[in-house]
């Protein structure tokens, strides 16, 4: 049973174009994330969401909408893609109250823009 | 924003060497974590640290809380080809985990 699943693994997109990416955790964590890992493998927190609500939004172009259905859940809509945006994204998720800080990253999703 | 820069960069080992890399940052932290992250995967929690000065192991990895709190080290020793990969310093910027920045990395390669 994997703890954190994002879909899909790859996608490939023209720019201009609208996509998402699901993410799913079934740890039972109350906490999820967003990061970016870019080409030099430098890896950048997007977003947190905690039961739903949004904690952090780090400075990341409205064209990047998080959406958290309920604390299993966090999707990333992305809209009107551009050159700049292919990366890798990981979902994470974490209990806040862990002191461990123990997230858990899920595979990732490798986002090209051609 | 703020950055963990991490040494060396790169890593090129032969199997069975001994492997050290280190993480500095300006600020103190109060924990100190270390990621491996295998190609195609997501980043693996290996080592976390709570208190300056502490040095914990897990199987062949050791890694310490430097006396400062601005710097953490990971030793890895008699390497084995499954070592590969990208290891990563991370630390919460404040208490409560809302936000965790990662090191630049240092990527460990064995060679045959």
């Known amino acids: 049973d994997t703890a954190v699943s994002q879909t899909p693994k790859y996608l490939v997109t023209q720019m201009g174009n609208d996509k998402s990416i699901k993410c799913e955790q079934n740890l039972g964590h109350d906490t999820m994330y967003w990061y970016k890992q870019d080409s030099k493998k430098f890896l950048k927190i997007m977003f947190s969401y905690n039961n739903k609500e949004l904690i952090i939004n780090e400075t990341v172009p409205n064209r990047f909408s998080p959406k958290s259905p309920d604390k299993a859940h966090l999707n990333l809509h992305i809209n009107s893609l551009e050159l700049g945006d292919s990366a890798v994204y990981f979902c994470a998720s974490s209990q806040r109250s862990d002191r461990g800080y123990g997230y858990t990253f899920g595979s990732g999703t490798r986002l090209t823009v051609v | 924003g703020q950055q963990l820069n991490q040494s060396p960069q790169s890593m090129f080992i032969q199997e069975g060497e001994d492997v050290s890399m280190n993480c500095t940052s300006s600020?103190?932290?109060?924990?100190w974590l270390w990621y491996k992250q295998d190609p195609g995967e997501g980043p693996v929690l290996l080592i976390a640290?709570?208190?300056?000065?502490e040095l914990t192991s897990n199987g062949r990895l050791t890694a310490q809380f430097g006396i400062t709190r601005k710097d953490s080290f990971l030793n890895i020793s008699a390497s084995i080809p499954s070592d590969v990969g990208i290891y990563f310093c991370?630390?919460?910027?404040?208490?409560?985990?809302?936000?965790?920045?990662f090191g630049t990395g240092t990527r460990l390669t064995i060679i045959p």
């Open positions: 600020s103190i932290f109060n924990t």
């Open positions: 640290l709570y208190k300056a000065g």
């Open positions: 991370a630390g919460p910027l404040r208490f409560g985990n809302e936000k965790l920045t």
